[in-house]
């Protein structure tokens, strides 16, 4: 009777405990809570990741346009657009900054545009900036003057946090005593006149004299046709010259950009493998990479795409000559076709206005896809990949029909014709209508990196999760949670392409801590650029959590981190891609690794005929696949091994052989540990160092008891 209730306890334990490890286990998605990575909207700089250069500044002097006063400012977390706010806009011209309601902390996008004008001015003291600051007719006129001047503040200290000298810059703080109209049709389409009102305006000085600042940046950017890059002569950062031409998420991949500087040799990998049926290995090369295309390994690229014919948007027409004279002449189009590679031209349109201009202007649109037609036909290529970013909210039509035009007059052109379109890793204002796209899109194209860059905290490039885990909530990122998010949108897996880094980026840290919410960013490294300059010094770490590497470096005393994809981080990734039956990957950009192979090496052992047949079940994709399922099955084997353990511990036959039994005791101390221990290398308490240390000291442990016990049997014969 004891032991038949000594079972039934047992039994309703374990039910009890089970169903409760179950309910929680649904709850939370899992029970390994691993890092979770963001980018884009409102969390890049919220108030748990401020920005860096914000916090540094603790007092400053204020110059208001009737009294000078000494303020210790603080100046709030940045935050990001709301991708509910249906009025922000992107204009790519500093001189307005748009506050919320109610709000003075700075907006990703006002940053994006006092980081355009510091780079421009910093340099030249000539230059003087006034920041008017302004509120709306809300409210008392103490309490809005108040807010104003607090809005004008944040904005200057943001530019004395990067190094303008606080003497070149004055504050102005007008309340709502002088009410503005919206006289700009640019802005009347998109906001109320009381959100305008709630705005800074910056006024540039050029010795004392106010000038028009849109004109003086456009002068300031206006960049000379320069002779044709040859790699790897240059002695200027080709991200920072052509910087013009990048995508949003690379337009500040900046001066600190090391690029060919370092003289590398190029190197080929050279296979005669080819890619498995059905595989895509999508490639940009930027124009400005020059002659770099001759170290290409095209047995394992599939489709190149030749970046840019940067639009107009004004008239259709493309804005560099030397990009479209290159495309009319350049060896890369007939190296890929000889090898059977896909050639597309890029048609790039980067920013709010840019985009809102052409995709208002039907006569523009005609003449760009004219344009295109003509230029894939003169050269014999492929057809048409489309790079449009940051696309005003409330235009997703006039873009899907735009692309559905494009895509037919191609495709009337040559049936064999393909079009592309690139997708930012986030979409925040819902601006591509994909299953309206899906008749006339061969590949979607996600630019899956730049999660953490220029703006925000420090962070992983492209984040994927050693659980494969796809975040909760808005606010967190990875690669996992944007292809859910595209999926749900209707995206087939058989057209997606997931963009992947040949790139790495660096932040400072104030301590050998390297926080990343303390970090400041220090700018971006092309592959090759990495480990020439980290490589010899340093050994490269890895991050579980992000699937991810970074280098902990030292240099002239401050402690940096850069965080980087190689090829056994890219490798992991290439299987979640394959995992996921998505079309292939994508690389940004061609040439970044010119010297290095083993990118190249990597693409070939995961892609190729060859190698796919061969690669075999490996016990780790196992674990990975099934991690939560492995941890509730551990955790319900140690929590019943345990009740049992203690429940037979009242029968004096069980404690007889337990404890002067030498086998059982190695038996099922043996069993235990490692049952814990796989358990918290699950749940991420230790890592692989630790738990191989473990595996090494139990198989010792049992060599050494047989070879004990032999040794004892053969003793006991001995005469």
């Not at 005393?557 to 190689?566: A, T, V």
Request: glycine share 6%.
């Amino acid at each position: 009777m004891k032991n038949w209730l000594s079972l039934l306890l047992t039994l309703l334990v374990m039910l009890a405990i089970g169903f409760a490890l179950w309910l929680w286990l649904i709850r939370n998605n899992g029970i390994a809570d691993v890092s979770n990575y963001v980018a884009g909207e409102e969390q890049i700089g919220s108030t748990n990741s401020s920005n860096s250069a914000n916090q540094i500044i603790t007092s400053t002097t204020i110059t208001n346009s009737t009294t000078t006063t000494t303020s210790s400012i603080t100046p709030p977390p940045t935050t990001q657009i709301s991708a509910t706010n249906t009025n922000s806009s992107y204009n790519i011209y500093p001189q307005f900054l748009f506050f919320d309601f109610n709000k003075s902390n700075l907006t990703t996008e006002n940053q994006l545009k006092l980081d355009r004008l510091y780079r421009l001015i910093h340099q030249d003291d000539t230059y003087t900036l006034e920041a008017d600051g302004y509120a709306d007719q809300k409210g008392s006129d103490a309490y809005n003057l108040a807010l104003s001047k607090k809005r004008a503040e944040t904005a200057i200290n943001y530019l004395i946090a990067k190094g303008l000298p606080q003497g070149r810059i004055q504050v102005v703080a007008h309340g709502k005593q002088q009410p503005s109209n919206v006289t700009d049709d640019a802005y009347k389409s998109i906001m109320s006149k009381d959100e305008f009102e709630r705005r800074v305006e910056l006024i540039l000085k050029v010795n004392g004299k106010r000038v028009n600042l849109k004109d003086k940046i456009a002068e300031l950017e206006k960049v000379p046709n320069p002779p044709t890059p040859t790699l790897p002569d240059t002695s200027e950062s080709l991200i920072t010259k052509y910087h013009h031409l990048y995508r949003i998420l690379h337009q500040e991949q900046q001066e600190a950009f090391e690029d060919d500087t370092l003289r590398l040799e190029r190197r080929q990998f050279i296979t005669t493998d080819t890619l498995a049926e059905g595989i895509e290995v999508f490639g940009w090369h930027p124009y400005w990479m020059g002659d770099a295309y001759k170290s290409y390994s095209y047995n394992l690229l599939s489709t190149i795409a030749y970046f840019s014919y940067d639009v107009d948007p004004e008239t259709g027409s493309y804005r560099t000559d030397e990009a479209i004279n290159d495309w009319k002449t350049t060896a890369l189009v007939d190296s890929a076709r000889a090898s059977g590679s896909k050639i597309l031209l890029t048609v790039t349109n980067h920013g709010y206005f840019n985009n809102k201009q052409l995709l208002d202007n039907e006569q523009a649109q005609n003449v760009l896809i004219d344009s295109l037609v003509s230029l894939v036909s003169l050269r014999g290529g492929d057809g048409v990949d489309v790079d449009f970013e940051v696309i005003p909210k409330g235009y997703k039509d006039k873009l899907t029909k735009f692309i559905q035009r494009l895509s037919s007059t191609l495709k009337a052109k040559n049936a064999s014709n393909i079009i592309s379109v690139d997708l930012p890793a986030v979409d925040h204002f819902e601006s591509f209508d994909i299953a309206a796209l899906d008749d006339y899109v061969d590949l979607f194209v996600i630019m899956g990196y730049d999660y953490h860059g220029a703006t925000g905290p420090s962070g992983p490039i492209s984040p994927l999760p050693l659980d494969r885990k796809i975040p909760k909530g808005e606010k967190e990122f990875n690669l996992p949670k944007t292809l859910k998010n595209y999926k749900n949108k209707g995206a087939d897996p058989s057209k997606i392409i997931m963009g992947l880094p040949h790139y790495g980026a660096v932040w400072s840290y104030p301590n050998k801590n390297r926080l990343a919410k303390e970090a400041t960013f220090d700018g971006y490294l092309a592959y090759r650029d990495v480990q020439a300059k980290f490589s010899n010094d340093y050994t490269a770490k890895y991050d579980e959590t992000s699937t991810s590497f970074y280098y902990d470096v030292v240099e002239d005393g401050q402690f940096k981190r850069c965080w980087f994809d190689n090829d056994v981080s890219l490798g992991k990734k290439y299987d979640w891609i394959k995992n996921q039956n998505l079309r292939g990957i994508g690389i940004w950009a061609l040439g970044y690794d010119n010297g290095y192979i083993e990118l190249w090496r990597g693409i070939g052992w995961k892609y190729t005929e060859r190698h796919i047949a061969s690669q075999p079940w490996t016990f780790s994709d196992f674990l990975l696949k099934y991690r939560n399922l492995l941890i509730a099955c551990i955790s319900f084997l140690l929590l019943f091994a345990l009740i049992g353990f203690l429940l037979s511990l009242f029968d004096w036959r069980v404690r007889e052989v337990l404890f002067y039994s030498p086998t059982f005791q190695i038996f099922y101390t043996v069993l235990l540990i490692l049952l814990a221990a796989l358990l918290l290398w699950l749940l991420d308490v230790i890592d692989n160092r630790i738990m191989i240390f473990v595996l090494g000291l139990l198989i010792g442990w049992i060599i050494t008891s047989i070879l004990k016990k032999i040794l004892f049997y053969r003793g006991r014969y001995i005469p």
